[in-house]
Each structure stands twice: as structure tokens, then as C-alpha cells.
């Protein structure tokens, strides 16, 4: 469920793959794309996505220590094209459903998502508690951040590794995953946006915290940034 979309999605009029009918690639710019409508009769190609994402899962069931964490995590699917994102969105238990001590992550492929991987170790997250009357919401606010990172429609996208939706006893939690910690400007800008995509009242108040304080003092850790 990977490249191959991707190759078929972008390629040039030399190496097409979809039958015999007068295809008409649409043209942008220079380059020649392939579109749904190049083949009416099949009607197969695939929106590839600018990155590849992955999705894991975890739920440590008991209480998880730094040491051990990382064993309860589990990589369920990678994928690159809009149709694969929603047959994958289609099919997995939704977080209302997951049982408390959950937590599904959506990544960009190659990042881990944990504290550990290069890409978050000089970073951290924006987090938004929500109470439990959220209820069967959670899962359209869980839709919101993953079309967010998969259409990389944040400003300065590059700094976002992934979301997190956890399911916890007396609360929902998200959290968008970033690079960096320390700029100030790129940080409020994301947590913004985060607001707006989630359509948080402006007196709800989220809060950004560095992984590498996580480290030091395990999940409660100050918060660098408030918005
Ligand atoms: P959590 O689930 O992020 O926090 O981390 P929460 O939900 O506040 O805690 P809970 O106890 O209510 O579930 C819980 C614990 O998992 C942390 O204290 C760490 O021991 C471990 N842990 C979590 N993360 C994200 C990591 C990680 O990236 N790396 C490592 N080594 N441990 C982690």
C-alpha cells in the first residue's frame, strides 16, 4: 500500500499504465499529471499524499515505565494516498470505543512516536485535555488533526511529526507532536492553527510542553507555552 501510488499517481506519458484510451493528462505547470479521469473505465488511480503517514497504537494496560513503554506500541498501517487514509479510517476501532490507557498515532513515516526518535528529541507537543463528555466527538476532533497532518496544512508543516489521540479514564487528550521546542513564534503559530482546526472556545487554554522536560520528570512536566 505504498510507493507503487505514488509512481502510478505521478508518472509521465511514457510509462502510463492505464489502458488504451485516449488518456488526457490534465497539465500543471510543466509536468504532466494522471488524474481519476484519465481512466474512465477503471476509475482507480489514487491521490497520493505529499508524505507517507503511519498509524500505531499502544495501551499499556498497567502503568507503562520509561523502560518498558516502547513494547506496547504497535505500527498498524502505512499509507500515501487519500483512498488508502479513508479505507484505513473506515475500518479501525474508533477512539471513543478504545479502552482507557489508549493512544493512536499518526506519524510521518520514519518517525517513531516517541521521545526518543531524533525528530522529537529536541521537540514537543501541544496538548488539549477534553473532558469525557466529549464523548462520540472525539472521534471528529481525532478526524480533524489527522486531515490536518496528512493534508499538511499547517503553517511551517515541516516542524509537525504527528498527532496523538488518548483515551484516559476521566479524559480525552490530543496532542500534535513537533519538532522544535524553543521557537517561540513557530510554536504559538502551530497551537493556534491547532485551536481553529479544533474549533476550541478562545477561553480553553492549550498547553505546550518540551519532551526533554517529559524525560527528566516522566509525563508531568511544565508547560513551556500556553495559548
Ligand atoms: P503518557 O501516556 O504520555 O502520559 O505517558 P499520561 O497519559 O499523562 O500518563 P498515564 O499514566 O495517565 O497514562 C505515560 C508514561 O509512559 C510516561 O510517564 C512514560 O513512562 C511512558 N512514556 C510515554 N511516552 C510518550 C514515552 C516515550 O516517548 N518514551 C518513553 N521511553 N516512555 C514514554
Not at 154 to 172: L, N
Not at 175 to 204: D, F, V
Amino acid at each position: 500500500m505504498s510507493t507503487q501510488y505514488l509512481a502510478v499517481a505521478s508518472t509521465s506519458k511514457d510509462s502510463k499504465v492505464f489502458g488504451e484510451n485516449n488518456d488526457t493528462p490534465e497539465t500543471l505547470g510543466e509536468q504532466e499529471m494522471v488524474t481519476v479521469f484519465a481512466d474512465p473505465v477503471n476509475f482507480n488511480v489514487k491521490h497520493p499524499l505529499h508524505s507517507q503517514w503511519t498509524m500505531w497504537y499502544d495501551n499499556p494496560g498497567k502503568k507503562a515505565n520509561q523502560a518498558s513503554w516502547s513494547q506496547n506500541l504497535k505500527e498498524i498501517v502505512t499509507f500515501d494516498t487519500v483512498e488508502d487514509f479513508w479505507g484505513i479510517y473506515n475500518n479501525v476501532v474508533r477512539p471513543s470505543d478504545l479502552l482507557p490507557g489508549s493512544n493512536y498515532h499518526l506519524f510521518k513515516t520514519g518517525i517513531k512516536p516517541m521521545w526518543e526518535d531524533p525528530s522529537n528529541a529536541n521537540g514537543g507537543k501541544w496538548v488539549v485535555q477534553l473532558p469525557k463528555r466529549t464523548g462520540e466527538h472525539i472521534n471528529t476532533l481525532w478526524l480533524y488533526i489527522m486531515l490536518e497532518c496528512i493534508g499538511e496544512g499547517f503553517q511551517y508543516e515541516h516542524e509537525v511529526c504527528g498527532g496523538v489521540v488518548s483515551i484516559r479514564k476521566g479524559f480525552y487528550r490530543i496532542s500534535l507532536w513537533m519538532r522544535i521546542a524553543n521557537n517561540k513564534e513557530i510554536c504559538e503559530s502551530i497551537g493556534r492553527h491547532l485551536k481553529s482546526t479544533l474549533s476550541l472556545q478562545p477561553n480553553q487554554t492549550i498547553e505546550f510542553q518540551s519532551h526533554s522536560d517529559a524525560v527528566k520528570s516522566g509525563s508531568c512536566n511544565k508547560d513551556r507555552y500556553t495559548l
